[in-house]
């Protein structure tokens, strides 16, 4: 990594109507083609009939597709990017695609740098929970309810990203990190180890996961990012709790208990799960 991440790469964008698949992303492509339309054209066409959605919202997806060039808007009219003209005609793949997105969208970048440093440094698993209250927690300071599902509406158009592009698989509540190399390298973490294996051990005192984590992001960031992965990762992990603050460097969750030492669960450690 050329440089640590810091809290306003936690900053979410206001993107959350973006295409969620592939296949939304290509009707609206379709839709488009070659040709430039206002949005009075656009109304009269009833193209969101033809993408079986709201006319709202199908503004808000052309909208928030405009600001991160999957769309361009000029003349007050909407037209197709070059680099989705590509896609359209199959002169790149999806993965090349969104890659060129990313890159000239620096915060979109590190929205999807950090999510996928976090799924390598923490074995390869996030509970969906986890990475909202992360980014509301640090890119917002809140932790309120209303903060966590404005930012969790952006993340979820990330999590798209993500999966179209093969980095990840989502079910109802976790994210999985899948085995795509050569596109993990593009954001500079190849060589990150996880903390099972840069300790090779299964007992960690938190002191020595501060200072791992602190390679990574600032400093004043690491303590919340640890009260919230502390509080809510707990199937790999087990936090074991201090009866009160001695000043050794604890890790304070979100709930306020102080924690001195994360154990990594061993096979068929599940009883031992939600502690």
């Known amino acids: 990594m050329n440089r640590k991440l810091n809290k306003t790469d936690f900053e979410t964008l ?47 997806m052309i909208n928030h597709s405009t600001m991160i060039g999957i769309m361009n808007y000029s003349n007050r009219k909407y037209f197709l990017s070059d680099i989705s003209h590509s896609l359209l005609t199959q002169k790149c793949d999806i993965d090349n695609y969104f890659l060129k997105i990313l890159k000239v969208n620096n915060q979109l970048f590190n929205n999807v740098k950090i999510i996928l440093l976090l799924l390598r440094l923490f074995s390869g698993t996030l509970r969906v929970k986890t990475v909202y209250t992360v980014f509301s927690y640090i890119g917002k300071d809140r932790l309120d309810q209303s ?23 989502r079910d109802k509540s976790t994210i999985h990190l899948k085995n795509k190399t050569k ?8 060589n990150i180890q996880s903390i099972e294996k840069e300790f090779n051990d299964y007992i960690i005192n938190v002191n020595r996961l501060t200072d791992y984590i602190g390679e990574f992001f600032d400093p004043e ?24 603050f001695k000043n050794k460097g604890e890790i304070k969750n979100i709930f306020g208990d102080y924690i001195m030492t994360v154990i990594i669960k061993r096979s068929g450690q599940n009883e031992f799960r939600n502690i």
């Open 147 to 169: 903060a966590e599902a404005s930012v969790g509406r952006n993340i979820r158009a990330v999590f798209s990203i993500m999966t179209m592009m093969g980095l990840i698989t």
């Open 14 to 60: 206001n993107i959350s109507n973006i295409p969620s698949n592939k296949n939304k992303l290509l009707r609206l492509l379709e839709n488009f083609d070659s040709s430039e339309f206002t949005w009075r054209e656009i109304s009269e066409l009833n193209l969101n009939t033809k993408l079986d959605i709201s006319n709202s919202t199908l503004r808000k």
């Open 183 to 190: 596109l993990v390298n593009e954001f500079g973490l190849i």
């Open 221 to 244: 960031i690491v303590s919340k990012l640890l009260s919230c992965i502390s509080t809510y990762e707990t199937d790999n992990y087990i936090w074991s709790k201090s009866s009160l």
